[in-house]
């Protein structure tokens, strides 16, 4: 399954990336930052496609897709 | 960790401490055009044998001239509101195999910049314009702009704008550029097409992204971005319907000689 890695230094809440998520893949979390921001979080992997849209639209550079075949 | 691919372009450090997170507000659409333009030119850099040090950044004043120097690992400038064009000019004299790419707001391109902005376009210098249009001066508070659309309020037209905005890319497209978009930062995979496309044109390429400043505009960032992808229809499939929608897409792409190759000819005749 591919994962995400969401940089909770870097990462402002925005949600964007949330929203651009084609597969409903990534959720809003009950994380909060230090800063007061709600982080995303996987929400159901099985729905990633591997497209990478919440990575090339993070106004942050906050998150990052693992693609599962890239590992091996 | 998994990290994001386009931090290999970006400061994260400076001499003063970190760089990272950006200055920009939460979900602000500069990061966007950012992290779009990386996407567009880390595609350039490893599909046709153009080099990081062929790039040259330049931005004037604004939030979204906050995207150069301050962040970015290339070579670049952050230099004077409006001005962006005149410097991106002077570098391009000195060196015209440069591959030089303007950040530039709707402020610093079409107010205080306006004129510049004109001429490079019937100059037909060979810069990429990225303007990132908010349709306001985000960074001074959010007044109005001459690219603030009928209607809108903003802190210095509490009741409605009242004037007509300029059209930024008829303006580039009577000036003389020679290749046209407008996208929204709603469209990221066309954006970095055209990105691409307009830095591989020889000839000023102005590419408008219709971006969201949800702080000023008091929305959230994802209601501006869906209200981007409703309010816009694409050129190609306009057909003059949907006049009341924005028009997104190329509006010019062609050949015409670019202001370095010609005085390039003057010179020769003196070899
Ligand atoms: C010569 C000069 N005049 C005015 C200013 C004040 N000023 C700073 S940013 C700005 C407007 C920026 O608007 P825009 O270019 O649209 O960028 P945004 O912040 O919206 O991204 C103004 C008027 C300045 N810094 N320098
Ligand atoms: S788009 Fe980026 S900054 Fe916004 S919530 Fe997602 S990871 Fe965080
Ligand atoms: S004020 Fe607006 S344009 Fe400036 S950083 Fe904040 S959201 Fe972006
Ligand atoms: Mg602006």
Redesign the interface.
């Known amino acids: 399954m591919n994962?995400l890695?969401i940089?909770p230094?870097?990462?402002?809440?925005?949600?964007?990336c949330?929203?651009?998520c084609p597969g409903k893949a990534i959720g809003a979390s009950d994380r909060v930052n230090p800063k007061g921001?709600t982080l995303p979080a996987e929400r159901d992997m099985q729905q990633c496609n591997g497209c990478k849209?919440c990575?090339?639209?993070?106004?942050?550079?906050?998150?990052?897709?693992?693609i599962e075949e890239e590992k091996s | 960790?998994?990290?994001?691919?386009?931090?290999k372009y970006?400061k994260e450090k400076g001499p003063a401490g970190p760089r990272?997170?950006?200055i920009?507000?939460?979900?602000?659409?500069?990061?966007?055009v950012?992290?779009?333009t990386l996407?567009a030119v880390d595609e350039i850099i490893h599909n046709d044998g153009t080099r990081k040090e062929d790039f040259v950044f330049i931005s004037g004043v604004g939030c979204s001239a906050r995207l150069t120097s301050h962040y970015l690992n290339f070579d670049s400038g952050w230099t004077i509101h409006g001005r962006s064009l005149p410097i991106a000019t002077g570098a391009l004299l000195a060196n015209p195999s440069l591959k030089i790419v303007v950040f530039t707001g709707d402020g610093d391109a079409m107010a205080i910049g306006g004129n510049h902005f004109i001429h490079t376009c019937r100059r037909n210098l060979d810069v990429t314009i990225l303007c990132i249009n908010n349709g306001l001066y985000g960074m001074t508070g959010g007044q109005v702009a001459p690219t603030t659309p009928t209607g809108t309020a903003t802190a210095t037209t509490p009741y409605g704008n009242m004037e007509e905005a300029f059209d930024l890319c008829k303006m580039a497209e009577t000036s003389g550029a020679s290749y046209v978009a407008r996208w929204t930062?709603a469209h990221?995979?066309q954006t970095?097409k055209s990105i691409k496309k307009g830095i591989g044109k020889k000839g000023t390429a102005f590419i408008e992204i219709l971006s969201q400043c949800?702080i000023h505009m008091k929305t959230p960032?994802?209601e501006m971005?869906?209200d981007f992808k409703a309010n816009t229809v694409s050129i190609n499939k306009s057909r003059g319907h949907g006049e009341d929608k924005i028009l997104i897409g190329e509006f010019c792409h062609m050949e015409r000689p670019e202001w370095t190759e010609k005085y390039q000819k003057i010179l020769e005749q003196f070899d």
């Open positions: 994962r890695s940089n230094d870097y990462c402002k809440g925005c949600l964007i949330v929203d651009a921001y849209l990575e090339i639209v993070c106004p942050d550079f906050a998150i990052a897709v693992e | 960790m998994t990290r994001h691919p386009m931090l970006l990272m997170p950006t920009m507000c939460p979900g602000c659409g500069a990061g966007q950012l992290n779009y996407h930062t990221p995979r970095i949800p960032p994802v971005l869906r």
